[in-house]
């Protein structure tokens, strides 16, 4: 009986000393490709208001005091008549209607051939006013090209009674069609002009390559806000009194980008084609990495047990933790730790001296904004080896607990710091003709990722995000 015993401690002592090593280092790391989540597609607002009284100076412009003029009785099919077409007072733009309405009030001098009884020609001369209201709805197409197709039509504002006799002159009759030619002229030169003084394409063109370009918002941190945008929309142009509204939403991954600069490489500079939408949606998400890199990480557990060892208690154990590292291990982390204790089951107890490897799944904790290790579980080289001889440790629920008690680590301050970050981010003047300005409503945590050096989480901040271009 003695002898068996000897036989047993003695193989045990083998055992322990086959896991046991001087020194942790670090296990071989499976063959599995590190797969970094996909980062989500916001769409940023990107609104245009066009001053109604800034267009009324452009078209104004295009139109000179003499509107029109035919001096000759022999023109439009020997007409007999002669005719000048003077602006009356600037023309108007207002909002109606969900579109434009420019007001032309028209100053009319003529002067009419009468052919009477003998042959006898009689030139009457005379004026009148008249008003043009010149009503449009503006679209936008896929090509950036703004659409008028303006319609005029003619208000009588007075009409003199010329008495012939007779019979009297009916004055639209008679050139009624020859104003309603030169309405159409008109018309046809407001679609030309007014879109030379809202050149949509150049705006936005401009404005697309300066998005594109990486933008410091921290120099301490050195944080970046970096967009990539891919896609443009447009919803129907809306209308106040004072304004033509154009609502863009630019399609983009956001995110902002700590410690060096980054590069945009993927960023297409051609202005993509205009995609029309009833409507979308502004709220944007702004992606934002926070890592704890492994040395960090080893740096703490380091501390917990610089000055004693940690004590896990069971009814059947009591082991002492010396040491604990973790490291990279495909999709999880793996833990070496360095540990002695005994075992206690019935009258004889078991000494266990060595170090053992586990692995853990890491997940986010929105309680207490930390990072923690669970999952917890021996691999299966170490499990073989235990199962040998301390199958107690691979079954052990209360040491898996303690454990993963053990494995937890704050990012509040890093949360805290994104908040701060991305409000700094979105509350911006970008350059001198682009304000970027927004509110965080939230911010989650979502995936986490493992990295040769690194634990990370990518963290969502939800809020609302425009690009105010000014000078419009």
């Known amino acids: ?96 209607n969900n579109g434009l309405s420019i007001t032309a009030p028209l100053h009319i001098d003529f002067v009419y051939n009468v052919k009477v009884f003998g042959g006898f020609e009689k030139p009457i001369s005379q004026s009148l006013n008249l008003t043009v209201v010149f009503n449009t709805s503006p679209v936008i197409d896929r090509d950036w090209n703004l ?13 003199p009674v010329i008495n012939l006799g007779l019979t009297t002159l009916d004055l639209p009759k008679l050139f009624g069609a020859i104003i309603q030619g030169q309405v159409n002229k008109m018309a046809t030169k407001i679609d030309q002009e007014v879109p030379k003084n809202v050149d949509i394409k150049k705006m936005v063109g401009d404005s697309w390559k300066t998005l594109a370009e990486p933008f410091l918002i921290d120099s301490a941190y050195k944080a970046w806000l970096l967009l990539n945008p891919k896609n443009i929309f447009i919803t129907p142009i809306t209308y106040t009194p004072d304004e033509m509204q ?5 399609s983009s991954i956001v995110e902002v980008i700590s410690g060096y600069k980054p590069k945009n490489d993927s960023f ?13 949606s502004d709220d944007v998400k702004i992606n934002l ?30 082991i002492n933790i010396n040491e604990a590292k973790a490291f990279p291990y495909g999709s999880k982390i793996m833990i070496a730790i360095d540990l002695d204790g005994k075992v206690q089951k019935g009258k004889l107890g078991k000494n266990i001296k060595g170090i053992v490897y586990a692995t853990g799944v890491p997940v986010y904790n929105p309680t207490n904004k930390s990072i923690e290790i669970r999952q917890f579980d021996f691999d299966l080289k170490t499990r073989d080896i235990l199962v040998k001889s301390a199958a107690w440790l691979v079954n052990s629920k209360k040491f898996r607990e303690n454990m993963e008690k053990q494995m937890v680590f704050s990012i509040a301050d890093q949360l ?4 701060k970050t991305s409000n700094e981010a979105i509350n911006k003047q970008w350059s001198t003709s682009i304000d970027v300005n927004g509110v965080i409503k939230n911010i989650e945590p979502a995936n986490i990722y493992i990295l040769p050096n690194s634990l990370n989480i990518n963290i969502i901040t939800q809020g609302n995000l425009k690009v105010v271009m000014k000078g419009f």
């Open 147 to 159: 659409n008028l197709n303006s319609k005029g039509k003619i208000l009588w504002d007075d009409l």
């Open 416 to 419: 805290n710091q994104a908040i």
């Open 246 to 250: 154009i609502k863009l939403g630019v």
């Open 289 to 318: 990495n926070a890592a704890i890199a492994f040395d960090q990480i080893n740096e703490t557990l380091t501390k917990q047990f610089a000055d004693k060892p940690m004590v896990l208690e069971g009814s059947e154990y009591k």
């Open 268 to 280: 297409n500079v051609n202005l993509p084609p205009l995609r029309q939408v009833s409507s979308f």
């Open 1 to 96: 009986m003695k002898k068996t015993i000897l036989y047993v401690v003695a193989l045990f002592a083998v055992i322990i000393n086959a896991c046991k090593t001087q020194k942790i280092t670090a296990p071989k790391p499976p063959n599995v490709p590190v797969v970094i989540p996909p980062k989500p597609t916001s769409i940023i607002g990107l609104p245009i208001h066009i001053d109604v009284a800034g267009l009324a100076v452009s078209v104004n412009k295009k139109f000179p005091l003499e509107v029109y003029k035919d001096d000759k009785f022999e023109d439009n099919g020997n007409d007999n008549l002669k005719l000048t077409v003077l602006k009356r007072t600037p023309f108007t733009v207002s909002t109606a």
